[in-house]
């Protein structure tokens, strides 16, 4: 079981950044691929970024390929996103999830992945 809580989200204009945190409680963060989807209101939750366990491969959604960046650090239990060149399209609840699987179902589906956080808001304005 591992329990997922997601910062740094907010109000920002179109052209900025944010950098959201995942923080995951447990001691098998590192056994974990994880992920970021996002839900704009009235819309279907999308995939935006997936990394593996160690770090080594990762897997981007065209519409923030370029833009965003997902990290991770297995020490601090703690999965990133930094959000470079936001638009106002980019508004919505950020969720990162997390998948327990040694083989990992596909990356944009949502049932791939075993836990979620709660979501942090993000606000891009024009």
């Known amino acids: 079981q591992v329990q997922l809580v997601e910062s740094g989200g907010g109000l920002v204009q179109a052209g900025g950044s944010l950098r959201l945190s995942c923080a995951a409680s447990g001691r098998t963060f590192s056994s974990y691929d994880m992920a970021w989807f996002r839900q704009a209101a009235g819309k279907e939750r999308e995939f935006a970024a997936r990394?593996?366990?160690?770090?080594?491969?990762?897997y981007y959604a065209d519409s923030v390929k370029g833009r965003f960046t997902i990290s991770r650090d297995n020490a601090k239990n703690t999965v990133y996103l930094q959000m470079n060149s936001l638009k106002p399209e980019d508004t919505a609840v950020y969720y990162c999830a997390a998948e327990r699987r040694l083989t990992p179902g596909p990356a944009g589906d949502p049932l791939s992945y075993d836990y979620w956080g709660q979501g942090t808001q993000v606000t891009v304005s024009s």
């Open positions: 990394i593996s366990r160690n770090s080594i491969i990762t």
